[in-house]
C-alpha cells in the first residue's frame, strides 16, 4: 500500500471513529437525560395527583373523574396508581393502560427503598414512597414519552446527517491533504527512477525546506556522488595502474632476459637479487598507487596530526638496520620546545612513504655513504631538507624531474623504475606542500619539502 493511500485511510478511519464515538456519547447521554427527565415528570405527577386527592378527599366521585380528565392528556398513554399506607389502593386514572408488575413493585416499595424504576418495552415505570401530611402513600406510573422519544428521534438523524457529512469532508480533506504531503515523494520517486546512471553527476534538484524529503534528496545526492566517486576511483584505479605498471613489468621482463643470457653463475645470482628487490618494490608501488587514485578521484585524506622529526627518526633507524654502513646526520636549523611548529596534519602512512623514498634515493645516489637531515621550523610551515653528495641533475633534465618514468643520467646502472618522486611530489601536493630541487655545487642534491603546520 502506498503512503498516500496509508494517510487517506488512516487518517480518515481515526477520525471517522472518534467522530461516531463521539456522536454516540452525545446521543447516550441524551437518552440517559430524556429518560430521567420524564420520570420525574412522573414523580411530579403523582405528588401533585396525591395533593389534590388530599384536599378533596370529602368531595363526591364525580370531582374526581373530572380532574381524571382534565390531567389525561398530561402525559401520552399514561396510567397512574395511588395506595394509602396499608397499600390499599385508592386512586386509578381512568386510562386503560395496565401495569402487569404493580404488585411487584408495590411490594418492593418501602421507607429504606422509597424509589424504583423499570422499563415496559418504550414505557417508563416508577413506583415511589412519598410522605405527605405526616401520611404514608405509595404511587406507580406508566407511562410513554411520546415528545422525549421524538426529540431523540430527531437527535438521531441530525446526528446521523453530521456523521455522513463530515465523514465526507473528512476522506476529501484526507485526498487532498495526503495528495499534497506525498506529492514530494511521488516527485523525488520519479526523479529517482529517471535517474541516468551513465550520465556525469548531476544532484537531484528539489525545492528547499526543513522536512524530511530535503534530507532524503540530500543523503540520496551524497549517495549518487559516493557511487560516481567509487565507479570512478574503479576504473581510474585500474587505468591508473595499468599504466603505471606496464614499464616496471616491462623492465622486469627484459632484465630477466638478460639474465637468460649471462652465463657467470656469481653475476646471475647478483641480477637474481636484484630482480628481488625490484620485484618487492612493486607491491608498495600498487599500494601507493591505490592511495594515489583515490586522492585523485576527490577522496579525503584520512589526516592526524604528525610529529615529523620523530617520524623521520624511526625512518632512519628502519634504514639503518638494512643499510648499516650508511650515516644520517639530522639537524635542528632552530632548537625549540613548541610542539606545533614540528606537528603537521595527514596521513602517516603516506608522508612516511614520501619521507622513506627521499631518504632511500640520497642512499641509492650518495657517493660518500652519508646524507645530511635539516629541519627549519617556522610559523607557517615546516621545511626539511635532504643532502647528498653525489652525481647531480641537470638543469635540462630538472624539469621532467617529477614525471612518471623519468630517470636522469645519474640513475644509469641503478635499479628503479621512475616513479619514486612522481609519488612524493603528488603526496606533497595532496598534503598542500610542495618539492623542490636544488643543487648547491657541482656533486650535492637537495631535495627540500614544505609541509603546512597543523
Given at each position: 500500500?502506498?503512503?498516500?493511500?496509508?494517510?487517506?485511510?488512516?487518517?480518515?478511519?481515526?477520525?471517522?471513529?472518534?467522530?461516531?464515538?463521539?456522536?454516540?456519547?452525545?446521543?447516550?447521554?441524551?437518552?440517559?437525560?430524556?429518560?430521567?427527565?420524564?420520570?420525574?415528570?412522573?414523580?411530579?405527577?403523582?405528588t401533585s395527583t396525591?395533593k389534590?386527592?388530599?384536599?378533596?378527599?370529602?368531595?363526591?366521585e364525580?370531582?374526581?373523574?373530572?380532574?381524571d380528565r382534565?390531567?389525561?392528556?398530561?402525559?401520552?398513554?399514561?396510567?397512574?396508581?395511588?395506595?394509602?399506607?396499608?397499600?390499599?389502593?385508592?386512586y386509578?386514572?381512568?386510562?386503560?393502560?395496565?401495569i402487569?408488575?404493580?404488585d411487584?413493585i408495590?411490594s418492593?416499595?418501602a421507607?429504606?427503598?422509597?424509589w424504583?424504576?423499570t422499563k415496559?418495552?418504550?414505557?417508563?415505570?416508577?413506583?415511589?414512597?412519598?410522605k405527605?401530611?405526616?401520611n404514608i402513600?405509595?404511587?406507580i406510573s406508566?407511562?410513554f414519552?411520546?415528545?422525549g422519544?421524538?426529540?431523540?428521534?430527531?437527535?438521531?438523524y441530525?446526528?446521523?446527517?453530521?456523521?455522513?457529512?463530515?465523514?465526507?469532508?473528512?476522506?476529501?480533506?484526507?485526498s487532498?491533504?495526503?495528495?499534497?504531503?506525498t506529492k514530494?515523494i511521488?516527485?523525488?520517486?520519479?526523479?529517482?527512477?529517471?535517474?541516468?546512471?551513465d550520465?556525469?553527476y548531476i544532484?537531484?534538484?528539489?525545492?528547499?525546506?526543513?522536512?524530511?524529503?530535503?534530507?532524503?534528496?540530500?543523503?540520496?545526492?551524497?549517495?549518487?556522488?559516493?557511487?560516481?566517486?567509487a565507479?570512478?576511483f574503479?576504473?581510474?584505479?585500474?587505468?591508473?595502474?595499468?599504466?603505471?605498471l606496464?614499464?616496471?613489468?616491462?623492465?622486469?621482463?627484459?632484465?630477466?632476459?638478460?639474465?637468460?643470457?649471462?652465463?657467470?653463475?656469481?653475476e646471475?645470482?647478483?641480477?637474481?637479487?636484484?630482480?628481488k628487490?625490484?620485484?618487492?618494490s612493486?607491491?608498495?608501488?600498487?599500494n601507493?598507487?591505490?592511495?594515489?587514485?583515490?586522492?585523485?578521484?576527490g577522496?579525503?585524506?584520512?589526516?592526524?596530526?604528525?610529529?615529523?622529526?620523530?617520524?623521520?627518526?624511526?625512518i632512519t633507524?628502519?634504514?639503518?638496520?638494512?643499510?648499516?654502513?650508511?650515516e644520517?646526520?639530522?639537524?635542528?636549523?632552530?632548537?625549540?620546545?613548541?610542539e606545533?611548529r614540528?606537528?603537521v596534519?595527514?596521513?602517516?602512512?603516506?608522508?612516511?612513504?614520501?619521507?622513506m623514498?627521499?631518504?632511500?634515493?640520497?642512499?641509492?645516489y650518495?657517493?660518500n655513504?652519508?646524507?645530511?637531515?635539516?629541519?627549519?621550523p617556522?610559523?607557517?610551515?615546516?621545511?626539511?631538507d635532504?643532502?647528498?653528495?653525489?652525481?647531480?641533475?641537470?638543469k635540462?633534465e630538472?624539469k621532467?624531474?617529477?614525471?612518471?618514468?623519468?630517470?636522469?643520467?645519474n640513475?644509469?646502472?641503478k635499479?628503479?623504475f621512475?616513479l619514486g618522486?612522481?609519488?612524493?611530489y603528488?603526496?606533497?601536493?595532496?598534503?598542500?606542500g610542495s618539492?623542490?630541487?636544488?643543487?648547491?655545487?657541482a656533486?650535492?642534491?637537495?631535495?627540500?619539502?614544505?609541509?603546512?603546520?597543523?
Amino acid at each position: 500500500m502506498s503512503i498516500r493511500k496509508k494517510i487517506l485511510l488512516y487518517f480518515s478511519a481515526t477520525v471517522i471513529c472518534l467522530l461516531a464515538a463521539t456522536l454516540f456519547f452525545i446521543y447516550t447521554l441524551f437518552y440517559g437525560f430524556r429518560e430521567e427527565e420524564f420520570q420525574q415528570r412522573q414523580k411530579q405527577k403523582i405528588t401533585s395527583t396525591l395533593k389534590i386527592l388530599t384536599e378533596i378527599k370529602q368531595a363526591d366521585e364525580s370531582i374526581i373523574q373530572a380532574l381524571d380528565r382534565i390531567t389525561i392528556h398530561d402525559f401520552y398513554d399514561e396510567k397512574l396508581l395511588i395506595y394509602n399506607d396499608k397499600k390499599e389502593q385508592i386512586y386509578s386514572s381512568i386510562d386503560d393502560t395496565l401495569i402487569p408488575d404493580a404488585d411487584r413493585i408495590l411490594s418492593i416499595l418501602a421507607p429504606n427503598h422509597p424509589w424504583l424504576e423499570t422499563k415496559d418495552d418504550l414505557y417508563d415505570v416508577i413506583g415511589v414512597y412519598v410522605k405527605h401530611e405526616n401520611n404514608i402513600y405509595y404511587g406507580i406510573s406508566k407511562a410513554f414519552d411520546s415528545s422525549g422519544y421524538s426529540k431523540l428521534d430527531f437527535l438521531k438523524y441530525v446526528l446521523l446527517f453530521t456523521f455522513l457529512g463530515i465523514s465526507l469532508i473528512v476522506i476529501l480533506l484526507s485526498s487532498y491533504l495526503s495528495k499534497k504531503i506525498t506529492k514530494p515523494i511521488a516527485d523525488i520517486t520519479e526523479k529517482i527512477n529517471n535517474y541516468n546512471f551513465d550520465r556525469a553527476y548531476i544532484p537531484i534538484e528539489i525545492e528547499r525546506s526543513e522536512n524530511e524529503i530535503t534530507a532524503l534528496a540530500e543523503q540520496f545526492n551524497e549517495l549518487m556522488k559516493r557511487m560516481k566517486e567509487a565507479i570512478s576511483f574503479q576504473k581510474h584505479a585500474v587505468h591508473h595502474i595499468s599504466h603505471e605498471l606496464k614499464t616496471p613489468i616491462a623492465i622486469l621482463v627484459s632484465n630477466f632476459e638478460r639474465l637468460e643470457e649471462l652465463k657467470d653463475l656469481d653475476e646471475i645470482k647478483l641480477q637474481i637479487q636484484n630482480q628481488k628487490e625490484d620485484t618487492k618494490s612493486l607491491s608498495e608501488i600498487i599500494n601507493l598507487l591505490l592511495e594515489i587514485s583515490k586522492i585523485d578521484t576527490g577522496n579525503s585524506i584520512p589526516k592526524t596530526a604528525l610529529r615529523l622529526d620523530e617520524l623521520i627518526f624511526d625512518i632512519t633507524d628502519e634504514l639503518s638496520a638494512l643499510h648499516p654502513d650508511f650515516e644520517f646526520s639530522i639537524d635542528y636549523s632552530i632548537l625549540t620546545d613548541d610542539e606545533r611548529r614540528l606537528t603537521v596534519s595527514g596521513s602517516s602512512r603516506l608522508i612516511k612513504a614520501a619521507i622513506m623514498n627521499l631518504m632511500v634515493n640520497s642512499i641509492r645516489y650518495s657517493d660518500n655513504r652519508e646524507a645530511k637531515i635539516k629541519i627549519i621550523p617556522t610559523d607557517e610551515y615546516l621545511q626539511i631538507d635532504f643532502i647528498n653528495k653525489g652525481a647531480i641533475i641537470s638543469k635540462e633534465e630538472e624539469k621532467y624531474l617529477f614525471q612518471h618514468f623519468f630517470r636522469g643520467e645519474n640513475s644509469m646502472g641503478k635499479s628503479g623504475f621512475g616513479l619514486g618522486l612522481v609519488f612524493v611530489y603528488k603526496i606533497v601536493l595532496q598534503h598542500g606542500g610542495s618539492i623542490s630541487y636544488a643543487t648547491q655545487d657541482a656533486n650535492t642534491n637537495i631535495f627540500t619539502i614544505h609541509f603546512p603546520l597543523s
